[in-house]
């Protein structure tokens, strides 16, 4: 493995990293609350306000995290990342009140709002095929997704909610040291411009409106994934009681889910880069909330397999926003801009847990929550139609359109 490629497998890895450790408690949500004495039937739902600070700093943290990592250096700050989150998630792990649970989330979301603007900037230095590259680093990002209900389930199934957090701070830890020593000897350093692509040096014409489509998209689409993937654990194991009640089984489950669905990101990273964004884009917002409005009608299996083709139009999005960045957005401001999205994403990825949390206490259950999900879905398809038109760039004497 040369170093490109070995820095590369850490940046990846890191995405990894960051989503696993953000979902952990939505699956242990539930048994944490009942450790702490909370009565069965509302202990998910008391649980869920205390994870909304983690979810606040994972976006706030986030501009901060852009700005060290302009002023210092990218690769210390994702050293930062990789010891902080782990170091946070073992204090998390000796909580001893939900309270102190909640302080110990956020620090885990304030290290965790490192990887995105910082990680993924570094992900598309250098041109080439940036679809393809985001669309790789996407699909070890929701198998962090994925993991992180399985091995909290598996852990939950045979120790404590405790140890679900310990475990994979731990092992986040080691991987900080290793990256750290992996770059002190020169192998983290960026990728020479691909052959025949231009990085390009400043905004591209019609930027403005390739952002405001993002914050569409990142507004929205932060609502429904922020939902979804914190959702879906606890759903399952209300939902499907003629497959299983079985924790560990309803964590797999639900990891089956995101790792089937993350898969479609190396299919629209590819899409992206061989065609326009904005037929792509509109395509899988309008399937979106037919989708997932599909998913509120049913139970056992035929939830299951609504959920991982409704999830899969979901995570297929991902690419694009990042895509387009760095398509418009030159390398000195992609870390900032990003940063920006990320806090867009994530403030209102936690209000949506507080809305989930409200239709829940209303007794609409989970069949509402997905109901209001695909009524916000439906606003996606609105930042298709904000795309700029064509706009040139050089590559080997032809042109090529950033943002169709």
Known sequence: ????????????????????????????????????????????????????????????????????????????????????????????????SPLQISFGLAAIGLFASIYHPVGIAMIVQGGGRVGWRVGINGVWGNMGVAAAPLITGFILAGHNWQLAFILPGIAAILTGIGFLIFARRGGARPPVHAAGEKEIV??????????????????AGGFVFGTMTFIIPRMFEVSLPGVTSNIATTGLLAALVYAIAAFAQLVVGRLIDKYRVKPVLFTIALAQPVLIGIMAMQTNYALFFATVVAMTFVFGQIPITDTVIARYVPDAWRAKVMSVKLMLNLVIGALSLMAARFILESGAGFEGVITVVAIVAALISLAALILPGRVRRERLGTVISPAE
């Open 202 to 219: 400043g905004f591209m014409p019609g930027w403005k409106r390739a952002l405001l489509a993002i914050a569409l998209v990142t507004s």
């Open 1 to 96: 493995m040369t170093s490109q490629q070995l820095r590369f497998t850490f940046l990846n890895f890191g995405h990894f990293v960051d989503h696993l450790f953000m979902l952990i408690f939505a699956k242990a949500a539930f048994s944490a609350g009942l450790s702490f004495g909370l009565a069965a039937d509302g202990a998910y739902a008391e649980m869920i306000p205390y994870g909304i600070p983690s979810l606040v700093l994972f976006g706030a943290g986030a501009p901060f995290a852009a700005y060290l990592a302009d002023k210092w250096n990218r690769i210390g700050v994702i050293t930062v990342f990789f010891i902080g989150v782990g170091l946070a998630a073992i204090i998390t792990g000796f909580a001893q």
